[in-house]
């Protein structure tokens, strides 16, 4: 039974539940979309154990970019998972209908419990991982080690190279 406090959550939870069913997959992709997560005090995402999901997913990251807390299973592909806690709820993938019925019930958990979620450390987390600046950055560091790698080969290729002049002469 739901206590009177989590009432006031309902609402946002049917508007994301009827975002959810029509907008489909493509949904992160309109404005629309994010007007609807802004304004929710929850997001979740059900995985079947059956779909791929490479990751955290696009979603669920612009959803912790606006600080608001995710009941998922792809939350444990969190890069920082001492935080995970703080920023939402990692559920089970849906495998039964004993996995859909602990994932309603750590729902429910969320939302009676949305005070203790942190948005400010979900910000700091897409901030500090998945924006356009720790992409660049990230880039980077990428093409320096493959230029000090290469360079460093170019090092040993020419002592192979060397030596393998001298044993010959």
Known sequence: MLNFSCLASLASLRTILNCWVTSGFSASATLGFLTYISASDIY???????LRFAGIGVTVMETLGMGVPVVSPTLIHIP???????????TPYLRSVEDAVRFARQLLYAIENLSTFKPAIAREIVKKFYSWESFVNDFKDTLENIMNNAMYLDYVMSIVMT???????
């Not at 920082?80 to 990692?90: A, P, R």
């Not at 030596?163 to 002469?169: A, I, L, P, Q, T």
């Open 44 to 50: 979740f995402l059900p995985a079947h154990s059956d």
């Open 80 to 90: 920082d998972l001492d935080v995970v806690d703080d920023v939402g709820v990692v």
């Open 163 to 169: 030596r393998s002049y001298v044993d010959k002469h």
